[in-house]
């Protein structure tokens, strides 16, 4: 079996069941405006940097907000919510403290800001964590995943990342890892160096080790 020089994290859709909560932050902005925010909204977003979501959501609703304030009212809205209680995916809080206890570094790897990441890195042991706000290019560039590998001292080439998204599965790809994907809300389509689970749950860290051989 092949062994990982690290696992690398996405957050949202993976890690925790968040989507949910951030349309239910779209829809309370949308009423604001007397528009009608759909599901198909909703899901174009998902794997979006929170900028670009910004954008989206100015234009679709027509709000005098600047992009900016629209990801900041999203963003407190989503991290008080997660102080109070966090969706965790079924599988991934256990399979990532197996992962811990053998020994293998993780990193989380997420285009939400540092403030949503914080009640999950408080409960995970990682040991580094990229967000959105301190990168300059998001995914589906590689940049986030490239730096994860490089706090961790690492070859990204050596790793496997965990995603839901197809966005995050090529900025994963792109940075040449390897990609496991777990879709949630939507599809992914299958590329080269890239294999899909329907769920994380039950899966261990010798299952990980047996995905690429």
């Known amino acids: 079996m092949s ?3 690290a696992v690398l994290w996405d957050l949202d859709g993976t890690i925790i069941d968040s989507e949910p909560l951030w349309m239910a932050g779209e829809h309370e902005l949308a009423e604001r405006y007397g528009k009608t925010w759909t599901q198909e909204d909703g899901l174009a977003l998902v794997g979006n940097t929170l900028i670009g979501s910004g954008h989206y959501i100015k234009k679709r609703l027509d709000a005098d907000m600047s992009a900016e304030e629209i990801v900041d009212f999203l963003v407190l809205r989503l991290a008080t919510a997660l102080r109070e209680e966090i969706p965790w995916r079924p599988g991934a809080h256990e399979l990532i403290h197996e992962v811990h206890a053998e020994g293998t570094p993780q990193a989380l790897v997420t285009m939400s800001y540092a403030s949503i990441a914080e009640p999950i890195t408080a409960r995970t042991p990682f040991s580094a964590v990229v967000t959105g706000d301190i990168v300059t290019n998001g995914k589906p560039h ?19 990342a965990i995603e839901d998204s197809g966005t995050g599965a090529t900025s994963a790809n792109a940075a040449g890892c390897q990609v496991l994907v777990v879709p949630h809300f ?15 749950e039950y899966v261990t860290p010798d299952a990980l080790r047996a995905l690429f051989d």
Request: charge should be negative; proline fraction near 14%; hydrophobic fraction near 45%.
């Open 142 to 160: 590689p940049e986030p995943y490239l730096m994860a590998a490089e706090l961790l001292g690492v070859d990204a080439a050596d790793c496997l």
């Open 3 to 5: 062994t990982y020089a």
């Open 186 to 200: 939507v599809n992914v389509p299958d590329a080269p160096r890239r294999t899909q689970l329907p769920t994380l």
